[in-house]
């Protein structure tokens, strides 16, 4: 494929330093850290399509974060994305995989038998959605797993506990329920919570959450874990909420009871790893005029609509060159009561300069498929750029 001059330019232009920051006096430690990261964007349009707007230059991240430990009892996390606050304030939205505001949370350990955190940050649901993005090779988490078909932050209360020195991890959470949405206002009309849980197990050791098997394992690790969330919410007749991007397929919010349940699986061995995940959704509205039902009759919907889809993912680590290479396929079906579901495929290619602090990422979209409820302008697409990490 022949890459534009714009992103030759992009790659022979770039130029880094490194730097970490840590200030302490003594009780009090505090690193500050960020990310910087832009890529070029270039769509291939179907056939009638002329709007090339998104055939552009994009300040992806222009991260700072805060991290402190106070005593042996705190922990916090500060996060933001400059380019993120601007670019939301301009549409008068909140992109849920990109917020401006990414994390405000303090961690308590001095509870004997748990850890509890407070605050505003990612959900401990989804390996994927919880892997850093740093981390990734790819500049665009799956569709299942960025947060337009479950909230992926949010703002509440978690207890968690590790066991078998952090080889199994439990999460138990309860949130206002809104996602990114719950930093603007009130709660729902039913002032109802959504509740969250997480286990996870790793074998033989400990497995952090991340993708690629950078340190080329001698021997296999494996992880499994299993999710659940669940909410039971009261909207404006026959809308979602809220109603704008946030909400793009009215699936995170719906007037009425909503059950989301997963697992996912990863692997690592001599610097191959993979992943798998799979999520479903079962949407039960209250009325039976709601968007979900599409219009069909009570006997027709039973009463619910189910929506989910999987993702699975093969990596390669190429030590010799610091190269890594990835692929990815992904399956989702919005509503089972519209026929068909969409089918995407994805590839990868990240240069290490210096690990993941500095990496040039190149990104490939392939639309296999995609649901009539869902047309999209491009069936291909390629991401380049450079992301940069001062830690």
Do not use: C
Not at 288 to 299: I, S
């Amino acid at each position: 494929m022949k890459l534009p001059l714009q992103a030759i330019i992009l790659l022979s232009t770039a130029t880094v330093s490194f730097a970490q920051v840590t200030i302490s006096n003594g009780n009090h430690v505090l690193e500050i850290s960020g990310n910087i990261s832009t890529y070029y964007n270039d769509r291939h349009l179907k056939a009638g399509e002329e709007d090339q707007s998104k055939n552009r230059f994009k300040l992806r991240d222009a991260q700072i974060e805060l991290e402190g430990r106070v005593g042996s009892d705190f922990e916090y996390g500060l996060k933001l994305d400059v380019a993120d606050m601007a670019a939301n304030n301009t549409t008068n939205t909140v992109d849920p995989e990109n917020p401006g505001l990414m994390e405000a949370s303090v961690l308590y350990k001095g509870f004997h038998f748990f850890d509890i955190e407070m605050g505003y940050g990612k959900l401990y649901y989804s390996r994927n959605a919880l892997v850093p993005f740093g981390y990734s090779p790819y500049w665009q988490r799956p569709e299942l797993t960025r947060g337009s078909i479950f909230s992926t932050r949010d703002v509440g209360v978690t207890l968690m506990k590790n066991f078998w020195k952090q080889r199994a991890n439990v999460y138990i959470g309860a949130y206002t329920g809104l996602g990114e949405l719950s930093l603007l206002g009130d709660n729902d009309a039913s002032g109802q919570l959504e509740y969250v849980g997480r286990i996870d197990v790793s074998y033989p050791a400990r497995y952090r959450y991340r993708e690629i098997d950078d340190r080329h394992s001698p021997i296999p690790m494996f992880s499994l874990g299993i999710n659940g969330r669940y909410a039971n919410k009261k909207l404006p007749t026959g809308e979602s909420f809220p109603t704008d991007a946030a909400s793009e397929y009215g699936l995170k919010v719906i007037d009425g009871t909503r059950l989301v349940y997963g697992f996912d699986a990863s692997f690592q061995y001599m610097g191959f790893s993979g992943q798998f995940e799979m999520h479903q959704i079962k949407s039960e509205p209250q009325y039976d005029n709601d968007p979900l039902f599409m219009n069909l009759t009570p006997q027709q919907t039973k009463g619910y609509v189910l929506s989910g889809g999987y993702i699975a993912q093969a990596n390669y680590f190429i030590k010799n060159w610091k190269t890594i290479v990835s692929a990815r396929y992904e399956e989702l079906d919005l509503n089972d009561l519209v026929a068909g579901n969409s089918e995407r495929f994805s590839s990868a290619i990240a240069y290490q300069i210096n690990g993941y602090n500095a990496m040039i990422k190149f990104q490939y979209f392939n639309i296999i498929k995609e649901e009539s409820i869902d047309p999209l302008k491009w069936d291909e697409q390629f991401r380049i750029g450079m992301q940069f990490q001062f830690k």
